[in-house]
């Protein structure tokens, strides 16, 4: 059975930064491409992020570029999306995703899918 878990999130205020986590079991981690989504309420889910299965490739959404980055370390299996000068905006579930296929890791069409963390940033 796949699982993906999310860890990390919390309650910070603006300006400050989070390191969030994921991690999978059931599946061979340097055999899969992440991405990482969030979603607001009332809002649709927005892709943030996605990385190769070898972790050289990844792309950023430009909402988000420049703040927000993603690493993925195949000798930890895990993944890891980085959040800085956070803002009341950022408050959302976020979540990650896994998929064999990059591409489709990246039009947030991914196989495997974490229950979510939630952020919540306060101004």
């Known amino acids: 059975q796949v699982q993906v878990a999310e860890s990390g999130g919390g309650s910070v205020q603006a300006g400050e930064s989070l390191r969030l986590s994921c991690s999978t079991s059931?599946?061979?981690?340097?055999?899969?491409?992440m991405g990482w989504f969030r979603q607001a309420p009332g809002k649709e889910r927005e892709k943030l992020a996605c990385?190769?299965?070898?972790?050289?490739?990844?792309s950023t959404m430009p909402s988000v570029r420049g703040r927000f980055t993603i690493s993925k370390d195949n000798s930890k299996n895990i993944l890891h999306p980085q959040m800085n000068s956070l803002k009341p905006e950022d408050t959302a579930m976020y979540y990650c995703?896994?998929?064999?296929?990059?591409?489709?890791?990246?039009?947030?069409?991914?196989?495997?899918w974490g229950q979510g963390t939630q952020v919540t940033v306060s101004s």
């Open positions: 059931g599946l061979k981690f340097d055999d899969y491409a």
């Open positions: 990385i190769s299965v070898d972790g050289q490739s990844s």
């Open positions: 995703a896994t998929d064999v296929r990059f591409g489709t890791v990246c039009t947030g069409r991914a196989e495997y």
